[in-house]
Protein backbone atom coordinates (compact mmCIF):
# COMPACT_ATOMS: atom_id res chain seq x y z
CA UNK A 1 0.00 0.00 0.00
CA UNK A 2 1.13 3.46 -0.77
CA UNK A 3 2.37 5.51 2.26
CA UNK A 4 2.12 9.04 3.10
CA UNK A 5 5.66 10.64 2.78
CA UNK A 6 7.96 10.94 6.04
CA UNK A 7 7.18 14.42 7.62
CA UNK A 8 3.91 15.38 6.01
CA UNK A 9 0.39 14.52 7.13
CA UNK A 10 -3.43 14.46 6.55
CA UNK A 11 -6.05 16.65 7.96
CA UNK A 12 -8.80 14.04 8.54
CA UNK A 13 -12.38 15.48 8.52
CA UNK A 14 -12.23 14.96 12.57
CA UNK A 15 -9.75 17.59 12.52
CA UNK A 16 -10.84 20.07 9.86
CA UNK A 17 -13.83 21.43 11.86
CA UNK A 18 -10.69 22.98 14.61
CA UNK A 19 -8.82 23.78 11.56
CA UNK A 20 -11.73 25.92 10.24
CA UNK A 21 -12.78 27.42 13.19
CA UNK A 22 -9.16 28.82 14.02
CA UNK A 23 -9.32 29.87 10.06
CA UNK A 24 -12.66 32.31 10.06
CA UNK A 25 -10.98 33.30 14.03
CA UNK A 26 -8.09 34.96 12.28
CA UNK A 27 -9.45 35.91 9.03
CA UNK A 28 -12.22 37.82 10.40
CA UNK A 29 -10.08 39.17 13.36
CA UNK A 30 -7.13 40.44 10.61
CA UNK A 31 -10.54 41.93 8.56
CA UNK A 32 -11.22 44.15 11.19
CA UNK A 33 -8.05 45.34 11.56
CA UNK A 34 -7.96 45.99 7.64
CA UNK A 35 -5.89 43.10 6.51
CA UNK A 36 -6.41 41.94 3.04
CA UNK A 37 -6.13 38.75 1.95
CA UNK A 38 -3.29 37.48 -0.27
CA UNK A 39 -3.05 34.34 -1.79
CA UNK A 40 0.71 32.87 -3.51
CA UNK A 41 2.20 29.94 -5.03
CA UNK A 42 4.06 27.44 -3.22
CA UNK A 43 6.71 27.85 -5.82
CA UNK A 44 9.12 30.35 -6.14
CA UNK A 45 12.63 30.85 -8.10
CA UNK A 46 15.38 29.70 -5.11
CA UNK A 47 17.07 33.08 -5.11
CA UNK A 48 14.10 35.14 -3.61
CA UNK A 49 14.78 33.11 -0.75
CA UNK A 50 18.30 32.72 -0.78
CA UNK A 51 18.61 37.01 -0.48
CA UNK A 52 16.06 37.44 1.75
CA UNK A 53 16.37 34.52 4.66
CA UNK A 54 19.86 34.20 4.29
CA UNK A 55 22.54 32.18 2.79
CA UNK A 56 24.03 30.74 5.92
CA UNK A 57 20.48 30.15 7.50
CA UNK A 58 19.46 26.52 8.37
CA UNK A 59 16.77 27.06 6.00
CA UNK A 60 18.84 27.82 3.36
CA UNK A 61 21.80 25.58 3.70
CA UNK A 62 19.67 22.68 4.27
CA UNK A 63 16.04 22.75 4.63
CA UNK A 64 15.10 23.74 1.01
CA UNK A 65 13.24 21.87 -0.99
CA UNK A 66 14.93 23.15 -4.50
CA UNK A 67 14.70 21.49 -8.10
CA UNK A 68 15.87 22.69 -11.65
CA UNK A 69 13.22 23.06 -14.11
CA UNK A 70 13.57 22.69 -17.92
CA UNK A 71 15.00 25.29 -18.04
CA UNK A 72 17.77 24.85 -15.49
CA UNK A 73 16.43 27.07 -13.24
CA UNK A 74 16.46 26.91 -9.47
CA UNK A 75 13.21 26.59 -7.99
CA UNK A 76 11.93 26.09 -4.53
CA UNK A 77 9.28 25.17 -2.70
CA UNK A 78 8.80 28.33 0.10
CA UNK A 79 10.13 27.51 3.39
CA UNK A 80 8.21 30.65 4.63
CA UNK A 81 5.70 33.45 2.94
CA UNK A 82 7.07 36.95 4.03
CA UNK A 83 9.26 36.69 1.21
CA UNK A 84 6.81 36.16 -1.70
CA UNK A 85 4.36 38.57 -0.39
CA UNK A 86 7.12 41.12 -0.71
CA UNK A 87 8.07 39.92 -4.31
CA UNK A 88 4.51 40.66 -4.69
CA UNK A 89 4.57 43.61 -2.98
CA UNK A 90 7.11 44.95 -5.93
CA UNK A 91 6.12 42.86 -8.93
CA UNK A 92 2.87 44.35 -9.03
CA UNK A 93 3.70 47.92 -7.66
CA UNK A 94 1.01 47.65 -4.61
CA UNK A 95 2.98 50.27 -3.14
CA UNK A 96 2.25 52.83 -6.16
CA UNK A 97 -1.61 53.81 -4.87
CA UNK A 98 -0.39 53.80 -0.86
CA UNK A 99 3.05 52.36 0.34
CA UNK A 100 0.76 51.27 2.99
CA UNK A 101 -0.53 47.50 2.74
CA UNK A 102 -1.33 44.96 5.26
CA UNK A 103 -2.00 41.39 4.02
CA UNK A 104 -2.41 38.35 5.60
CA UNK A 105 -2.27 34.48 3.81
CA UNK A 106 -2.68 31.46 5.31
CA UNK A 107 -1.01 28.15 3.81
CA UNK A 108 1.48 25.28 3.20
CA UNK A 109 4.75 25.83 3.84
CA UNK A 110 7.96 23.29 3.19
CA UNK A 111 11.32 22.59 5.31
CA UNK A 112 13.16 19.49 4.96
CA UNK A 113 13.67 19.19 8.82
CA UNK A 114 13.97 16.01 10.71
CA UNK A 115 10.23 15.16 11.46
CA UNK A 116 8.89 14.86 15.22
CA UNK A 117 6.09 16.30 16.79
CA UNK A 118 4.94 19.55 15.41
CA UNK A 119 7.76 19.79 13.28
CA UNK A 120 6.97 18.76 9.45
CA UNK A 121 7.99 18.84 6.40
CA UNK A 122 4.90 20.27 5.04
CA UNK A 123 3.38 22.21 7.66
CA UNK A 124 0.74 25.27 7.38
CA UNK A 125 1.23 28.81 8.66
CA UNK A 126 -0.77 32.29 9.30
CA UNK A 127 0.94 35.33 7.95
CA UNK A 128 -0.05 38.79 8.73
CA UNK A 129 2.58 41.70 7.49
CA UNK A 130 2.17 45.28 7.70
CA UNK A 131 4.11 47.06 5.21
CA UNK A 132 4.98 50.73 4.98
CA UNK A 133 4.62 51.42 8.63
CA UNK A 134 7.60 52.21 10.94
CA UNK A 135 6.22 53.44 13.95
CA UNK A 136 6.66 51.05 17.05
CA UNK A 137 2.77 51.63 17.58
CA UNK A 138 2.59 49.61 15.04
CA UNK A 139 4.70 46.54 16.15
CA UNK A 140 2.68 46.88 19.83
CA UNK A 141 -0.76 46.97 17.64
CA UNK A 142 0.55 44.34 15.45
CA UNK A 143 1.25 41.77 19.06
CA UNK A 144 -1.97 43.33 20.26
CA UNK A 145 -3.64 41.42 17.05
CA UNK A 146 -1.65 38.40 17.69
CA UNK A 147 -2.58 37.76 21.80
CA UNK A 148 -5.99 38.45 20.56
CA UNK A 149 -5.91 35.51 18.29
CA UNK A 150 -5.23 33.76 21.05
CA UNK A 151 -7.41 35.10 23.21
CA UNK A 152 -10.10 34.55 21.03
CA UNK A 153 -9.23 30.63 20.62
CA UNK A 154 -9.33 30.37 24.38
CA UNK A 155 -5.17 29.58 24.61
CA UNK A 156 -4.26 30.73 27.36
CA UNK A 157 -0.51 29.32 28.55
CA UNK A 158 1.11 31.49 26.14
CA UNK A 159 4.20 33.90 26.80
CA UNK A 160 5.39 36.77 24.41
CA UNK A 161 8.99 36.94 24.44
CA UNK A 162 10.57 40.06 22.96
CA UNK A 163 14.15 41.62 21.96
CA UNK A 164 14.88 43.99 19.25
CA UNK A 165 18.21 42.78 16.71
CA UNK A 166 19.01 46.61 16.08
CA UNK A 167 19.67 48.00 12.29
CA UNK A 168 22.66 47.80 9.94
CA UNK A 169 24.11 51.12 12.17
CA UNK A 170 24.07 48.61 15.79
CA UNK A 171 23.66 45.17 14.62
CA UNK A 172 27.92 44.68 13.27
CA UNK A 173 29.48 46.48 16.44
CA UNK A 174 27.58 43.64 18.48
CA UNK A 175 28.17 41.02 16.35
CA UNK A 176 31.70 41.71 17.22
CA UNK A 177 31.12 41.98 20.71
CA UNK A 178 29.53 38.46 20.23
CA UNK A 179 31.73 36.75 17.77
CA UNK A 180 34.42 38.29 20.45
CA UNK A 181 32.65 36.28 23.35
CA UNK A 182 32.28 33.53 21.60
CA UNK A 183 35.83 33.02 20.87
CA UNK A 184 36.77 33.29 24.25
CA UNK A 185 34.43 30.58 25.30
CA UNK A 186 36.00 26.99 26.41
CA UNK A 187 32.79 25.44 25.57
CA UNK A 188 32.63 23.13 22.27
CA UNK A 189 29.50 24.22 19.84
CA UNK A 190 27.64 21.91 17.95
CA UNK A 191 29.78 21.67 14.19
CA UNK A 192 26.91 24.29 12.47
CA UNK A 193 27.73 26.96 14.81
CA UNK A 194 31.46 26.06 14.55
CA UNK A 195 31.42 26.91 11.23
CA UNK A 196 28.72 29.87 11.33
CA UNK A 197 30.49 31.83 14.50
CA UNK A 198 32.55 33.95 12.28
CA UNK A 199 30.29 35.01 9.70
CA UNK A 200 26.76 35.13 11.06
CA UNK A 201 27.51 34.64 14.90
CA UNK A 202 23.76 35.76 15.46
CA UNK A 203 22.81 32.19 14.43
CA UNK A 204 24.73 30.43 17.12
CA UNK A 205 22.41 32.27 20.03
CA UNK A 206 19.07 30.80 18.12
CA UNK A 207 20.73 26.91 17.97
CA UNK A 208 19.19 24.52 20.13
CA UNK A 209 21.35 21.96 20.49
CA UNK A 210 22.19 22.01 24.39
CA UNK A 211 25.52 22.36 24.61
CA UNK A 212 25.18 25.70 22.33
CA UNK A 213 22.76 26.80 24.48
CA UNK A 214 24.88 26.31 27.87
CA UNK A 215 27.64 27.96 26.24
CA UNK A 216 25.90 31.15 25.25
CA UNK A 217 23.99 31.67 28.67
CA UNK A 218 25.97 34.70 29.59
CA UNK A 219 26.45 36.07 25.93
CA UNK A 220 26.05 40.06 25.85
CA UNK A 221 22.74 40.92 25.60
CA UNK A 222 22.14 43.16 22.00
CA UNK A 223 19.56 45.18 23.54
CA UNK A 224 22.63 46.82 25.50
CA UNK A 225 24.61 47.54 21.88
CA UNK A 226 21.57 49.57 19.77
CA UNK A 227 21.53 52.89 18.23
CA UNK A 228 19.54 55.22 19.86
CA UNK A 229 17.07 55.06 17.02
CA UNK A 230 16.86 51.53 17.62
CA UNK A 231 16.82 51.81 21.77
CA UNK A 232 14.13 54.37 21.24
CA UNK A 233 11.93 52.67 18.54
CA UNK A 234 12.05 49.52 21.37
CA UNK A 235 11.55 51.72 24.10
CA UNK A 236 8.55 53.05 22.41
CA UNK A 237 7.37 49.20 22.09
CA UNK A 238 7.57 48.11 25.38
CA UNK A 239 5.56 51.43 26.60
CA UNK A 240 2.96 50.76 23.96
CA UNK A 241 2.51 46.66 24.50
CA UNK A 242 2.13 48.01 28.68
CA UNK A 243 -0.34 50.56 27.18
CA UNK A 244 -2.38 47.69 26.00
CA UNK A 245 -1.92 45.52 28.75
CA UNK A 246 0.18 43.15 27.09
CA UNK A 247 2.07 41.10 29.37
CA UNK A 248 5.82 39.82 27.98
CA UNK A 249 9.17 39.40 28.31
CA UNK A 250 12.48 40.72 27.35
CA UNK A 251 14.41 37.42 25.40
CA UNK A 252 18.13 38.54 24.72
CA UNK A 253 18.30 35.18 23.19
CA UNK A 254 15.60 35.67 20.60
CA UNK A 255 17.14 36.20 17.03
CA UNK A 256 14.88 34.64 14.71
CA UNK A 257 16.06 32.26 12.16
CA UNK A 258 15.70 34.36 8.94
CA UNK A 259 18.50 36.90 8.60
CA UNK A 260 16.02 40.03 7.36
CA UNK A 261 14.69 40.65 10.48
CA UNK A 262 16.10 44.67 11.76
CA UNK A 263 14.56 46.06 15.44
CA UNK A 264 11.27 44.29 16.52
CA UNK A 265 11.52 40.72 16.91
CA UNK A 266 8.77 38.37 19.06
CA UNK A 267 7.38 35.03 19.50
CA UNK A 268 4.73 33.49 20.99
CA UNK A 269 5.85 30.55 23.31
CA UNK A 270 3.83 28.05 25.26
CA UNK A 271 4.02 25.41 27.68
CA UNK A 272 2.00 22.77 25.93
CA UNK A 273 3.69 21.46 23.55
CA UNK A 274 7.00 20.09 24.76
CA UNK A 275 10.18 20.88 22.87
CA UNK A 276 8.59 22.59 19.71
CA UNK A 277 7.04 25.67 22.49
CA UNK A 278 7.19 28.48 19.46
CA UNK A 279 3.59 28.99 18.44
CA UNK A 280 4.13 32.30 16.61
CA UNK A 281 6.76 34.57 15.48
CA UNK A 282 7.78 37.29 13.70
CA UNK A 283 9.37 40.96 13.59
CA UNK A 284 10.50 44.04 12.14
CA UNK A 285 12.28 43.59 8.13
CA UNK A 286 12.63 47.27 7.66
CA UNK A 287 15.59 46.66 5.12
CA UNK A 288 14.24 43.74 3.13
CA UNK A 289 11.83 45.43 0.48
CA UNK A 290 14.77 47.42 -0.93
CA UNK A 291 16.72 44.91 -1.06
CA UNK A 292 14.91 42.80 -2.80
CA UNK A 293 14.42 45.97 -5.45
CA UNK A 294 11.98 47.62 -4.09
CA UNK A 295 11.18 50.83 -2.69
CA UNK A 296 12.87 51.63 0.18
CA UNK A 297 9.71 50.66 2.94
CA UNK A 298 9.41 49.34 6.07
CA UNK A 299 7.86 46.37 7.51
CA UNK A 300 6.66 43.83 10.18
CA UNK A 301 4.49 40.87 10.22
CA UNK A 302 4.06 37.84 12.01
CA UNK A 303 3.98 33.16 11.20
CA UNK A 304 2.08 31.32 13.30
CA UNK A 305 2.60 27.78 13.17
CA UNK A 306 -0.78 26.33 12.09
CA UNK A 307 0.03 23.20 12.93
CA UNK A 308 1.33 23.57 16.39
CA UNK A 309 -1.72 26.29 17.24
CA UNK A 310 -4.03 23.54 16.48
CA UNK A 311 -2.78 20.49 18.42
CA UNK A 312 -2.52 22.93 21.87
CA UNK A 313 -6.69 23.57 21.09
CA UNK A 314 -8.31 21.10 22.31
CA UNK A 315 -9.92 19.61 20.01
CA UNK A 316 -13.23 18.52 21.94
CA UNK A 317 -14.23 21.83 22.00
CA UNK A 318 -14.63 22.26 18.81
CA UNK A 319 -18.64 20.25 16.87
CA UNK A 320 -17.40 18.03 14.23
CA UNK A 321 -18.65 19.83 11.61
CA UNK A 322 -20.07 17.02 9.33
CA UNK A 323 -22.41 16.02 11.63
CA UNK A 324 -25.81 15.47 9.75
CA UNK A 325 -29.41 17.43 10.96
CA UNK A 326 -30.94 14.70 9.40
CA UNK A 327 -30.45 11.55 7.85
CA UNK A 328 -33.27 9.94 5.59
CA UNK A 329 -33.73 6.28 5.57
CA UNK A 330 -35.91 5.39 2.33
CA UNK A 331 -35.98 1.54 2.18
CA UNK A 332 -37.60 0.26 -1.55
CA UNK A 333 -37.15 1.58 -5.24
CA UNK A 334 -39.68 4.37 -5.30
CA UNK A 335 -38.84 5.99 -1.59
CA UNK A 336 -35.14 6.33 -2.63
CA UNK A 337 -36.10 8.14 -5.12
CA UNK A 338 -38.36 10.63 -3.22
CA UNK A 339 -35.58 10.68 -0.93
CA UNK A 340 -32.83 12.14 -3.66
CA UNK A 341 -35.26 14.87 -4.49
CA UNK A 342 -36.18 15.52 -0.62
CA UNK A 343 -32.30 15.51 0.65
CA UNK A 344 -31.35 18.08 -2.21
CA UNK A 345 -34.54 20.58 -1.70
CA UNK A 346 -33.32 20.17 2.19
CA UNK A 347 -29.64 20.39 1.62
CA UNK A 348 -30.18 23.33 -0.39
CA UNK A 349 -32.21 25.22 2.17
CA UNK A 350 -29.09 25.04 5.05
CA UNK A 351 -30.24 21.70 6.73
CA UNK A 352 -27.68 19.13 6.53
CA UNK A 353 -28.55 16.34 5.16
CA UNK A 354 -27.55 13.21 4.67
CA UNK A 355 -28.94 9.94 2.79
CA UNK A 356 -28.44 6.59 2.13
CA UNK A 357 -28.90 4.85 -1.27
CA UNK A 358 -27.60 1.81 -0.85
CA UNK A 359 -29.58 -1.60 -0.34
CA UNK A 360 -29.19 -1.60 3.60
CA UNK A 361 -32.55 -2.92 5.80
CA UNK A 362 -34.00 0.03 8.06
CA UNK A 363 -31.92 -1.62 10.40
CA UNK A 364 -28.64 -0.96 8.73
CA UNK A 365 -29.89 2.32 8.20
CA UNK A 366 -30.19 3.32 11.77
CA UNK A 367 -26.98 2.45 13.04
CA UNK A 368 -25.38 4.30 9.86
CA UNK A 369 -27.35 7.42 11.43
CA UNK A 370 -26.46 6.63 14.72
CA UNK A 371 -22.51 6.44 13.52
CA UNK A 372 -22.99 9.35 12.09
CA UNK A 373 -24.24 11.18 14.54
CA UNK A 374 -26.97 12.81 12.78
CA UNK A 375 -29.91 14.50 15.30
CA UNK A 376 -32.62 13.51 13.42
CA UNK A 377 -33.86 10.71 11.40
CA UNK A 378 -36.59 10.65 8.72
CA UNK A 379 -37.89 7.27 8.01
CA UNK A 380 -39.33 5.90 4.71
CA UNK A 381 -40.83 2.61 3.81
CA UNK A 382 -43.25 1.05 1.98
CA UNK A 383 -45.95 0.93 4.76
CA UNK A 384 -45.07 4.55 5.59
CA UNK A 385 -45.56 5.30 1.91
CA UNK A 386 -48.79 3.84 1.52
CA UNK A 387 -50.31 5.85 4.04
CA UNK A 388 -48.61 9.18 2.83
CA UNK A 389 -46.51 9.88 5.55
CA UNK A 390 -42.83 9.26 6.51
CA UNK A 391 -41.55 9.41 10.62
CA UNK A 392 -39.25 11.58 11.91
CA UNK A 393 -37.21 10.76 14.87
CA UNK A 394 -35.85 12.46 16.92
CA UNK A 395 -32.59 10.02 17.99
CA UNK A 396 -31.39 11.32 21.40
CA UNK A 397 -34.79 11.18 23.19
CA UNK A 398 -36.42 8.56 20.65
CA UNK A 399 -39.30 10.76 20.21
CA UNK A 400 -40.86 10.03 17.20
CA UNK A 401 -43.81 11.46 15.25
CA UNK A 402 -45.54 10.81 11.51
CA UNK A 403 -45.02 13.70 8.88
CA UNK A 404 -47.12 13.73 6.29
CA UNK A 405 -45.52 13.33 2.66
CA UNK A 406 -47.71 16.11 0.91
CA UNK A 407 -45.52 19.12 1.71
CA UNK A 408 -42.72 17.24 3.91
CA UNK A 409 -40.05 19.67 2.74
CA UNK A 410 -41.72 22.59 3.83
CA UNK A 411 -42.56 20.94 7.18
CA UNK A 412 -39.45 19.86 7.91
CA UNK A 413 -37.78 23.47 6.74
CA UNK A 414 -40.33 25.33 8.94
CA UNK A 415 -39.56 22.75 11.85
CA UNK A 416 -35.39 23.41 11.76
CA UNK A 417 -36.17 27.41 11.02
CA UNK A 418 -38.06 27.66 13.85
CA UNK A 419 -34.35 27.02 15.72
CA UNK A 420 -36.67 25.87 18.89
CA UNK A 421 -36.88 21.51 19.36
CA UNK A 422 -37.35 20.05 15.71
CA UNK A 423 -39.77 17.63 17.74
P1 LIG B 1 11.28 26.55 15.50
O1 LIG B 1 12.05 27.42 16.45
O2 LIG B 1 10.28 25.71 16.18
O3 LIG B 1 12.18 25.80 14.54
P2 LIG B 1 11.16 28.62 13.56
O4 LIG B 1 11.77 29.76 14.28
O5 LIG B 1 11.97 27.88 12.57
O6 LIG B 1 10.49 27.60 14.61
P3 LIG B 1 9.52 30.33 11.95
O7 LIG B 1 10.29 30.22 10.71
O8 LIG B 1 9.62 31.57 12.72
O9 LIG B 1 9.83 29.08 12.87
O10 LIG B 1 7.99 30.00 11.66
C1 LIG B 1 6.93 30.50 12.50
C2 LIG B 1 6.19 29.37 13.17
O11 LIG B 1 5.94 28.30 12.27
C3 LIG B 1 6.95 28.70 14.31
O12 LIG B 1 6.81 29.45 15.49
C4 LIG B 1 6.27 27.34 14.39
O13 LIG B 1 5.10 27.42 15.17
C5 LIG B 1 5.90 27.06 12.97
N1 LIG B 1 6.86 26.10 12.38
C6 LIG B 1 8.11 26.33 11.92
N2 LIG B 1 8.66 25.22 11.43
C7 LIG B 1 7.73 24.24 11.55
C8 LIG B 1 7.68 22.86 11.19
N3 LIG B 1 8.69 22.26 10.59
N4 LIG B 1 6.55 22.16 11.49
C9 LIG B 1 5.49 22.76 12.09
N5 LIG B 1 5.48 24.05 12.42
C10 LIG B 1 6.57 24.80 12.17
MG1 LIG C 1 13.05 26.10 12.61
Not at 382 to 401: C, F
Amino acid sequence: MIQLIRGVRDILPEEVGLWQKIEKTATSLFENFGFCEIRLPVIEFTELFARSIGQDTDIVEKEMYTFLNKKDELITLRPEATASVVRAYIQHRLYAVDPVQKFYTIGPMFRKERPQKGRYRQFYQINAEMIGVDSPLADAQLIFMLVELFNRLSVSDISIHLNSLGCPECRPGFKKTLQKFISNTTAKLCSDCDRRKDKNPLRVLDCKVFACREAMKDAPSITEHLCNECSEHFEAVKIALNDLNIIFEIDKRLVRGLDYYTRTTFEVQTGSLGAQSAVAGGGRYDKLIESLGGPSQPAIGFAIGFDRLAEIISSNSVEVSCKPDLFIAALGEKAKNMALKWSCDLSLSGIKTETDFSDKGLKGQMKKADRIAAAYVLILGDNELGEGSAILRNMTTKEQISVPVDGIVENIRLRFAENQKVL
